[in-house]
């Protein structure tokens, strides 16, 4: 038995994960959003809510949240805390767009749905409560919502917060100064208002929560008596409301809530029963629609309900809110990228949208904290707009859309095509020792922060992944007529190459190294006592076409990172600092950068072993990044989501288990590769190009992808021997198309069997 099935189970398509045990390893979390709010929660209610504007500015609503039951002096959780009350009949149910917490407690069954609507910026919690006795019962439904509206790092007394309850909007709110929407600061209103009328409310954390109580056992409830109506003043705000319901013997009654931002106190929302019941089924349209242009089917069930419940999920989420926190550069680009895969009209809009935060000579920011720039100095973010345009523009077959024009971060105008051209013009020129690609502050590994601060250390990894972003500029300006650009970018591409295997190239290891510091020190070199290779460099030499070395490379890098667990980053991990290294060197052995099993890099490399035609090494890839394949790695982390890294075998018990879930490119990267590569679903300009990897003991699969509006309904038919495509059928007549490239016919439905084989 698979480790999560301890703990609950699939439902249906994937899209819905039910929790039955509710002590699982950790808290195991869904997130919910649209454009301009996210909030998460976990089974057992804990979570975080964020309304965000068109620049990334945040409101910090919500920073947890907790619903009680009282009656009389007794109170309890409808959210089943603390673990091991005497709760029952407990179930979570995490689906996409809503999560749903039910349980019985003396007699009283309690169900509550979180949801975020398809506007608005708000989520929407509905309680239902139903008398179990044969007797009446009198009870009040108190909702808590804690918030970081107020600062959370302004001490108390230099609060400028303030809050109470508006009778109209029958709502507790606190109001705080700050930019959304606009650079100077603004009065913002953060609010809950209930559907019944309130019977009592709290804005004052301390009068609730009290100034040594906990959320799990407020003040206010120790003595019976609710809530103390307490305002506030310059102190901690919380929002409480308190709803008094009757219930005869056999009884139900639903109080709604809307736990909002808004930008006057007019914006303060009420919720009914009709408007939650029409704004819920909305949003269930939406994930219906948006969710099932592609579809899969394995003869392995996780990585089915994953891919068709999850992955999709999480990758829409990532391209609009990136790290959730803060919108990281490369977080949003890469995502959007994997996004056209299901949704690319959505994933341009996004990018567009990315594209604007570029400055004006080519360089891209590491990350937009409240609407601010936050540059930290990282070479990398530049690179990754010319993959991300590259891919949406084949899925949607349209080069004319790289002359739309997208404003620079200053204000000033140009194309999608000027924004990538002068990225790839910046980073060739932005060169260090040997010409290649400096590393600065920092590369797609964030913690290699003190390799090139003196502005000569330099980036292979980086240097390898500008040649991809160069060859793929040259096929962008040859789709315009651009043949001058073109021409360039494939000189500056073999040039740099040149230089690469010249100066990045390990003679004696036979693999590239990951960087040269300011004082030309090798990282990822065969002679270093640490850290003597790199797996990303490897990885990305294929994906760059840099010949039969890059193979060679990978077949080194499995030699000495690959593990039961999975594929290491890189080897030895680091024992100590290096002054020339960074943050990396400060992380135990075996965890994340520092030697880890990253799973970012390992679906990348899903879609290297599909280049190379090794599905032997693919299904074991998609295997081990599976959360809950093997027991190592359920002993923490959600089944239905993606992480970030498992820890390496030397890290003691947490061995297997994962770091960080949702906010990573895992999930995003994954989709990709299973799409695009496994199964070969290559958009080209003319159609969709089928060259598939899949792996042999998959005598049967099928993948479902719409295309151009046009329905690929695809089944895989191997023999054992290989996966090469041997012949193809459309509608049950023979076909035949150059490089396998089936055309896109508007509106049709096209049903094509691939036959699988070695050529």
């Known amino acids: 038995m698979n480790g999560y099935k301890w703990y609950g189970h699939f439902e249906g398509d994937g899209s819905t994960f039910v929790i039955t045990e509710p002590e699982t390893p950790r808290h195991w979390y869904n997130y919910m959003y649209n454009d301009e709010y996210v909030t998460f929660t976990s089974q057992v209610g804990f979570g975080e809510g964020f309304a965000q504007d068109d620049m990334g500015r945040r409101i910090p609503l919500l920073s947890n949240r907790n619903i009680f039951i009282c009656e009389g002096e007794n109170s309890w959780s409808a959210f089943g805390l603390p673990i091991g009350y005497g709760y029952t009949d407990f179930s979570c149910a995490h689906s996409n767009g809503s999560s749903a917490i039910s349980l019985l407690y003396n007699d009283v069954k309690s169900a509550v749905r979180i949801f975020v609507p398809n506007e608005g910026k708000y989520e929407i919690w509905s309680v239902t409560l139903t008398n179990n006795s044969d007797k009446a019962r009198e009870l009040k439904v108190i909702s808590y919502a804690k918030t970081e509206l107020d600062d959370p790092y302004k001490p108390q007394g230099y609060n400028l917060a303030w809050g109470g309850f508006n009778k109209a909007k029958n709502a507790v709110f606190g109001r705080y100064y700050m930019p959304f929407y606009s650079k100077r600061n603004r009065p913002v209103w953060g609010y809950m208002a209930s559907s019944e009328e309130a019977t009592g409310f709290d804005a004052r954390r301390n009068a609730f929560i009290g100034p040594y109580g906990d959320e799990q056992h407020p003040v206010a409830l120790r003595k019976g008596s609710g809530c103390t109506g307490s305002d506030c003043n310059s102190e901690k705000l919380c929002y409480v409301l308190e709803n008094t319901l009757t219930l005869g013997a056999g009884e139900s009654r639903t109080v709604h809530y809307i736990v909002g931002a808004a930008l006057s106190e007019d914006e303060i929302l009420r919720p009914t029963d009709e408007s939650v019941a029409s704004e819920f089924a909305e949003m269930e349209k939406k ?385 990709k590769s299973i799409t695009e590569y496994v199964f070969g679903l290559h958009a080209e300009l003319s159609g969709l190009r089928i060259d598939p990897c899949l792996p042999l003991s998959w005598k049967s699969s099928k993948i479902t992808k719409v295309f151009r509006s046009c329905r690929y309904e695809i089944t895989f038919l191997g023999n054992g021997e290989g996966s090469d495509v041997l012949a193809m059928e459309i509608n049950g007549k023979p076909v035949s198309y150059e490089n396998n490239i089936v055309p896109a016919t508007m509106g049709e439905t096209l049903k094509i069997t691939v036959h699988l084989g070695r050529k």
């Not at 494939?490 to 004696?508: L, P, S, V």
């Not at 290779?533 to 193979?551: C, D, H, K, T, Y």
């Not at 982390?637 to 018990?653: D, K, L, R």
Request: proline share 3%; hydrophobic share 40%.
């Open 287 to 671: 994930y219906a629609l948006r969710l099932h242009d592609v579809e899969i089917e394995t003869p392995i069930e996780h990585l089915n309900y994953l891919y068709n419940g999850w992955l999709r999920y999480a990758t829409d989420m990532g391209s609009r809110w990136a790290r959730v926190r803060h919108n990281g550069y490369r977080d949003m680009t890469s995502d959007t990228e994997c996004l056209a895969a299901i949704n690319p009209t959505l994933a341009w809009e996004r990018m567009k949208r990315v594209l604007s935060y570029q400055y004006e000579n080519g360089y891209a920011p590491r990350t937009i904290i409240g609407g601010n720039i936050a540059d930290r100095n990282f070479a990398d973010n530049t690179v990754w707009m010319t993959f991300a345009v590259h891919t949406i523009i084949r899925e949607l077959g349209k080069p004319e859309l790289l002359l739309e024009e997208v404003k620079f971060n200053n204000g000033s105008c140009g194309s999608v095509y000027e924004h990538i051209r002068r990225s790839v013009d910046y980073l060739y020129n932005f060169q260090g020792l040997y010409g290649l690609v400096r590393i600065w502050g920092g590369d797609w590994n964030d913690c290699v922060n003190y390799a090139g601060l003196g502005g000569k250390g330099v980036s292979v990894w980086l240097s390898i992944a500008w040649v991809r972003a160069a060859k793929m500029l040259a096929e962008i300006a040859d789709w315009l007529g651009k043949s001058a650009d073109a021409k360039l970018a494939r000189e500056r591409a073999a040039i740099m190459e040149r230089r690469i295997n010249e100066y990045g190239w390990d003679e004696k290891g036979g693999y590239y190294i990951y960087a040269r510091t300011d004082d030309d020190i090798k990282m990822g070199a065969s002679d270093c006592e640490e850290g003597r290779i790199f797996l990303i460099p490897q990885l990305w030499s294929v994906f760059a076409g840099m010949g039969e070395r890059a193979a060679g490379a990978m077949d080194k890098a499995e030699e000495i990172l690959e593990t039961d667990l999975g594929i290491r980053l890189a080897y030895p991990a680091y024992s100590h600092q290096y002054s020339y290294i960074g943050s990396m060197a400060e992380k135990m052995p075996g965890v994340q950068d520092n030697g880890g099993i990253y799973l970012h890099p390992s679906a990348w490399k899903l879609a290297v072993d599909s280049i190379l035609r090794r599905p032997d090494r693919v299904e074991e890839g998609i295997k081990k990044m599976l959360p809950s394949d093997m027991d190592y790695a359920v002993k923490c982390g959600e089944p239905y989501a993606m992480f970030n890294s498992y820890f390496a075998p030397e890290t003691g018990y947490r061995a297997g288990t994962p770091g960080q879930s949702w906010r990573t490119a895992s999930s995003s990267w994954m989709l």
